[in-house]
């Protein structure tokens, strides 16, 4: 009997979740469909209802509901409660587990398609919104030494307050010293407005990753790492990583990203 998912958003009819669920489900052989659902502003309640009434085994979540999804859960994993927010909702009879992966799918990218491995290295986290904090509990786990920087510092050293056991560094940007890090993810909006956060030029250097969680355009912060010779890499092995582990969720099956990332960048 085939199995349904979705993924819900508004708007979502750009997303790439379809097209990389389908290749999964082809590469391993699960009996599936997946579609893009995209639910009124004020009723994902009411969807995600009407989802569970029809059948449908779990959806994906993306903006703006994520923080919405948080609440409907009924049991959520750490991963979750770290992030305050969920991106993959597993529904198993009257529960609605709540997940969110997307963390797991930005170390994923660094450490399996870039060959970086983050245990012990300096990274800077820009940003301290929600897709900040979607991705701190899977940086410590992987043992990278964090910083968070946030144009209002206050916001910075609040994201860091929710660790209470972790020593992550936070502030504003003026605070930086002037070594490089190993890798600087850009987890701001800036991208969409082609602003570049007041990152000082010292904090990239030739032997920095530079990780832009937008994909699919150069943003000022991409340009800016190019010229100080950074390796740059954009989000888009992030969404594949992310995909692939809410596919294990639901189907006990991790599918080869590789194949899938290598088809998104050809198309």
């Avoid at 529960?95 to 970086?116: F, H, K, M, S």
């Avoid at 992550?168 to 930086?176: M, R, S």
């Avoid at 995909?243 to 991790?254: I, K, L, S």
Wanted: one cysteine or more; proline letters at 5%; a negative charge.
């Amino acid at each position: 009997m085939t199995d349904h998912y979705a993924v819900i958003g508004h708007p979502v009819a750009h997303s790439k979740s379809p097209l990389i669920h389908a290749l999964f489900a082809a590469q391993t052989g699960q009996d599936m469909t997946y579609e893009a659902i995209e639910a009124p502003l004020g009723d994902f309640t009411g969807t995600v209802a009407r989802l569970r009434s029809a059948g449908f085994r779990g959806c994906n979540v993306t903006v703006p509901f994520k923080f919405e999804a948080f609440k409907l859960a009924t049991r959520r994993s750490a991963r979750a409660e770290s992030a305050q927010a969920v991106n993959t909702l597993n529904f198993s009879g009257e529960v609605i587990e709540g997940d969110n992966t997307d963390g797991a799918g930005l170390v994923r990218d660094i450490e399996n398609n870039l060959g970086i491995m983050l245990q012990g290295r300096r990274v800077l986290l820009m940003g301290a919104g929600g897709a900040a904090y979607g991705v701190v509990l899977p940086l410590l786990q992987a043992g990278a030494n964090l910083t968070v920087v946030n144009r209002t510092p206050e916001k910075a050293i609040a994201l860091a307050e929710t660790f209470p056991d972790a020593a992550i560094q936070a502030g504003g940007y003026a605070a930086l010293d002037a070594s490089p890090f190993d890798v600087v993810i850009n987890a701001t909006s800036s991208g969409l407005t082609d602003e570049l956060p007041p990152l000082p030029e010292t904090a990239l250097s030739s032997a920095t990753l530079a990780y832009d969680m937008m994909y699919g355009r150069e943003t000022p912060f991409i340009a800016l790492a190019r010229t100080r010779g950074a390796r740059i890499a954009d989000g888009l092995g992030m969404l594949v990583e992310q995909a692939a582990e809410a596919f294990f969720v639901w189907r006990g099956v991790r599918p080869d990203t590789q194949t899938v990332l290598s088809q998104l960048r050809k198309t």
